[in-house]
C-alpha cells in the first residue's frame, strides 16, 4: 500500500476517542468514517474528525471502503466485530482483550491467519520506553538469568461504565482489564513456558470463583511458574484502599541485576524505570513519555507498509491462556 490507509473507528468511547485523536493527530491515515450506536459519543468524535462518516453498526462500516478498522467497543463484542472484518479482508485492530477467551480469541487469530490479514491489539504498556529500555537491559545480559518477576496494577477507582461489571459483556474483571496487561509483560520478558498457574479472586473482601458465582472479581493475586525456574507474581485489582490512584509496577529480578518500571506519584501515564545492582540504581527511562497511542501507530505504520499477517499476534495466544488457567477455567 502506498497512500495512507483508509480507516475506520468502531466504538467511540473513552479509549476509543482518544486513540482515534492520536492517529488524526498523526497524519498517517485517512479517517473516513466512525461508528458507535450511541448518538452523543459519534456527535463527541465527529468533532475531531468533521469530514468522517457517522454510522451506527460495524455493518454500515464494513460497506464502506476501508484498509482497517480499529475497534474499542465493549470486550465482548470484539470477536465477533473483529472475525466480520477479517473475513472481508479488513485489517483489524482492536482494544484489549482480544477476547473473552482462549477459544474466542484462537478463531480471531485463525480468520486473520487464513485471510491473510493484518492483526494488532491495544496492548499498550509494551511500548512504554520503559519497557523497551527494560527490554534491551534483558536482552543486554545486564540482568543475568531471570528468576523472579513482580507484577502490579492497583486502579483504586476501577471504571465507571455498568458493561465492565457484567461478565457476559467484558468477560471478567480486574485480571481480564489490567492483568491482560501484566501477564502480557511477564511473558514478553521471560521467555520460558509457564508451566504452573495458581490464582485467589475476590470480590468485595470475599474469595470467589467467578466461573460458578457469575459476579467479576475486583482483586486478584497469581503464581506464574516457568520452565526455566523462574516465578512470576501478579496482583491487580479495582477500587483498592491503595492510598493512591494507582500502583502499577513492573519488576524483574536476575543473578546478576533487576530492574523495574513504576508508575510516579500514583499516575496511570507517568512512569519510570530504573535498572538495579545491589544498592544501586541508574535510570533507564523517564517521564514524560506519550506511550498510550504507540501500538496503535505501530499498526498504523506496518498496514501502510502493505504488512499482512504478522505472526507476532501469536503471543497473545499465550497469554489468553494463562487468563483462562487464572480464571480456573482450564
Ligand atoms: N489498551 C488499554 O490499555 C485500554 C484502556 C482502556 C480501555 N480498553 C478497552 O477498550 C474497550 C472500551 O473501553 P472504554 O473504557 O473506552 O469503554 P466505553 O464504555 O467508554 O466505550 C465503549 C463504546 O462502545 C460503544 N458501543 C456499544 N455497543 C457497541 C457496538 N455494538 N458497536 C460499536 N460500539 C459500541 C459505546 O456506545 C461506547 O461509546 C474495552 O474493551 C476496554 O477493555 C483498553
Known amino acids: 500500500m502506498t497512500s495512507k490507509p483508509r480507516l475506520g473507528f468502531l466504538g467511540l468511547g473513552w479509549i476509543g476517542t482518544q486513540r482515534m485523536q492520536a492517529v488524526a493527530e498523526s497524519g498517517l491515515a485517512d479517517i473516513l468514517a466512525i461508528a458507535d450506536p450511541s448518538p452523543e459519543a459519534l ?15 460495524i455493518y454500515q462500516l464494513l460497506e464502506l471502503e476501508l484498509d482497517g478498522i480499529v475497534i474499542a467497543s465493549p470486550s465482548a463484542l470484539h470477536a465477533d466485530q473483529s472475525i466480520a472484518a477479517l473475513e472481508r479482508n479488513i485489517a483489524v485492530f482492536c482494544q484489549k482483550p482480544l477476547g473473552r477467551s482462549l477459544s474466542e480469541v484462537e478463531k480471531i487469530v485463525a480468520t486473520a491467519q487464513r485471510a491473510d490479514v493484518l492483526l494488532g491489539i ?3 504498556y509494551r511500548f512504554t520506553r520503559g519497557i523497551e529500555a527494560i527490554r534491551d537491559s534483558i536482552h543486554a545480559g545486564e540482568l543475568g538469568k531471570i528468576y523472579a518477576a513482580n507484577l502490579v496494577f492497583h486502579n483504586a477507582y476501577g471504571p465507571d461504565k455498568s458493561w465492565f461489571y457484567h461478565p457476559e459483556l467484558s468477560g471478567g474483571g480486574c485480571v481480564i482489564d489490567l492483568g491482560v496487561h501484566l501477564v502480557d509483560l511477564a511473558l514478553l520478558l521471560i521467555p520460558s513456558p509457564v508451566t504452573a498457574v495458581s490464582s485467589r479472586l475476590f470480590c468485595k473482601g470475599v474469595p470467589i470463583n467467578p466461573v460458578s458465582t457469575g459476579r467479576v472479581e475486583d482483586f486478584a493475586i497469581a503464581r506464574l511458574d516457568f520452565a526455566s ?11 483498592l484502599h491503595a492510598g ?6 513492573a519488576s524483574f529480578y536476575g543473578d546478576c541485576g533487576g530492574a523495574s518500571l513504576r508508575n510516579v506519584n500514583g499516575s496511570f501515564l507517568d512512569f519510570t524505570a530504573e535498572l538495579y545492582n545491589s544498592t544501586s540504581r541508574k ?4 517521564h514524560p513519555d506519550s506511550w498510550g497511542p504507540r501500538a496503535l501507530l505501530s499498526w498504523v505504520r506496518r498496514l501502510a507498509a502493505g504488512t499482512r499477517f504478522d505472526c507476532e499476534v501469536n503471543s497473545v495466544l499465550r497469554t ?11
Open 43 to 57: 456527535q463527541n468524535a465527529s468533532r475531531i474528525v468533521p469530514h468522517a462518516k457517522c454510522v451506527q453498526t
Open 122 to 124: 491495544d496492548l499498550s
Open 229 to 239: 525456574g523462574a516465578t512470576a507474581q501478579i496482583a491487580c485489582s479495582w477500587n
Open 244 to 249: 493512591q490512584d494507582a500502583i502499577i509496577e
Open 283 to 286: 535510570l533507564l527511562a523517564g
Open 320 to 330: 489468553t491462556a494463562i487468563l483462562d488457567s487464572i480464571y480456573q477455567r482450564s
